[in-house]
């Protein structure tokens, strides 16, 4: 099987509308509801206009002849790992187990992504309030000098939020690029050690759900490196369906990758060695989750309490100010 990494239009579907879809389309599907109508209920159910007409068009592709992974995958519908395990199931007439597994693989994807944002939106506030709070001694001013020293630095942060993702958004699919800012961004203290680790996390999971589904190990190594979601640390895979089609066991070859945690290496060298890789890479990826949310949780504590010292110390300072100015006033007369 020849492993593709997705490379055609803007991917149309968040993680929860891909939970919807693959959900509703999987429920229909094995209820014994042939994959044409299953997709003309769903394209009345679907509110989005844009995913609806790509789903007409897959639809008619299907029609035509044209077999379900590649007319999803023409419309932005699919990702790298769906897109092959589909072709998988088509190919091996088990298309209805493949789509329960992308369900449970979209699921635990969604449920990590909800306890990550979780835990950003109290420090998300306190970062806010405190760009409010700081310039308060502006406001006992009357030339409006609160407003500016407020609302600039808020505009500011809001234009590089929205530039870094007007940047991403339109030069995401350029490799060089792309490659650049994966790196710059698992580079960035503390944050891009969860970003790495979450890529990883993927990692698990995509090979436990491809081995799972029948997928030979050789192919799956292969889709689970291109399923890693960042192409700096996908570039230090590339080589691995080589070096294991040359006997090179995936313990021994993710070894040699100093970003790979060292629980995937313990795990999958057991998983080789007992017949049990499925399991032990599922494990790997449990364990790793419960690390994102450790070190999400100390982030929750440690940050509100950093900005909280930051507020306290800059009002102890526009007080002592305050009252040097006073006593200086007072000392004048």
Request: positive net charge; hydrophobic residues 45%.
């Amino acid at each position: 099987m020849q492993i593709v990494r997705y490379s055609g239009k803007g991917l149309l579907l968040n993680i929860n509308t891909t939970v919807t879809f693959f959900s509703e389309l999987s429920s229909l599907y094995s209820s014994g509801i042939p994959l044409t109508q299953s997709l003309t209920m769903l394209i009345k159910t679907i509110k989005s206009k844009e995913i609806n007409t790509a789903l007409v068009n897959a639809h008619a592709k299907i029609e035509s002849g044209q077999k379900l992974a590649e007319s999803l995958y023409s419309e932005g519908l699919l990702n790298t790992l769906h897109y092959n395990l589909i072709i998988l199931g088509e190919q091996t007439g088990t298309l209805d187990v493949i789509l329960k597994n992308i369900v449970k693989e979209a699921e635990e994807r969604q449920s990590l992504y909800r306890s990550i944002i979780s835990k950003l939106i109290y420090p998300s506030i306190m970062i806010l309030t405190s760009i409010a709070i700081i310039p308060l001694p502006e406001a006992f001013k009357e030339n409006g000098s609160y407003l500016r020293s407020a609302i600039v630095p808020m505009i500011i942060l809001l234009m590089i939020v929205g530039g870094a993702y007007y940047i991403y958004k339109n030069y995401s699919e350029d490799d060089g690029f792309r490659r650049g800012w994966d790196r710059f961004i698992i580079r960035i203290p503390y944050i891009g050690g969860i970003i790495e680790t979450l890529a990883w996390i993927r990692f698990c999971t995509a090979f436990s759900i491809c081995i799972g589904s029948g997928l030979d190990i050789i192919n799956t190594a292969e889709l689970s490196c291109k399923s890693l979601g960042n192409r700096a640390l996908e570039s230090q895979t590339i080589y691995i369906k080589r070096a294991m089609i040359l006997g090179k066991g995936l313990s021994a070859f993710l070894a040699e990758i100093t970003s790979v945690p060292s629980i995937i290496i313990e795990m999958a060298e057991i998983g080789e060695h007992s017949g049990t890789l499925q399991e032990s890479m599922g494990r790997a990826g449990t364990y790793l989750k419960d690390k994102v949310t450790h070190k999400l949780s100390v982030l929750n504590v440690v940050l509100p309490i950093v900005i909280s010292l930051i507020i306290a110390g800059f009002i102890g300072y526009s007080v002592i100010k305050f009252y040097m100015g006073y006593f200086k006033m007072l000392n004048s007369y």
